[in-house]
């Protein structure tokens, strides 16, 4: 079976930071694209950082770049996403996500697995 699950949510003030983790069991990062989505109150989810499946390079939306950076460990199966000088606009229900038909970035038709969300909340 597929497993994603993402941990490391919290509480945290402006400027502060957090590390979330999404565990990937029963697949191959080769074989899937594999990214960080965002949920906030009565928005749209959004993708926030993404892998490429073709070069494994990273793609990072607009909002995030210089103060997200998202990194994986092909040895435990595990990507990470470290959250730095955190603002009241990250908060947000964050989910890692698996696909294998990327357009580009976070950009796809289709989202094969998703992992259970993780909530985190920055505090102004």
């Known amino acids: 079976d597929v497993q994603l699950q993402a941990f490391g949510g919290g509480l945290v003030q402006a400027g502060g930071s957090l590390r979330l983790s999404c565990a990937a069991s029963?697949?191959?990062?080769?074989?899937?694209?594999i990214g960080w989505f965002r949920q906030a109150p009565e928005k749209e989810r959004e993708g926030v950082s993404c892998?490429?499946?073709?070069?494994?390079?990273?793609w990072d939306a607009d909002s995030v770049k210089g103060r997200f950076t998202a990194s994986r460990d092909y040895t435990k199966n595990t990507v990470y996403l470290q959250m730095n000088n955190l603002k009241p606009e990250d908060t947000a229900v964050y989910y890692c996500?698996?696909?294998?038909?990327?357009?580009?970035?976070?950009?796809?038709?289709?989202?094969?697995?998703w992992g259970k969300g993780t909530q985190v909340t920055v505090s102004s």
């Open positions: 996500a698996a696909f294998r038909n990327q357009d580009w970035g976070c950009v796809t038709d289709t989202i094969d697995y």
């Open positions: 029963g697949f191959s990062f080769d074989d899937y694209a």
């Open positions: 892998f490429s499946r073709a070069d494994g390079s990273v």
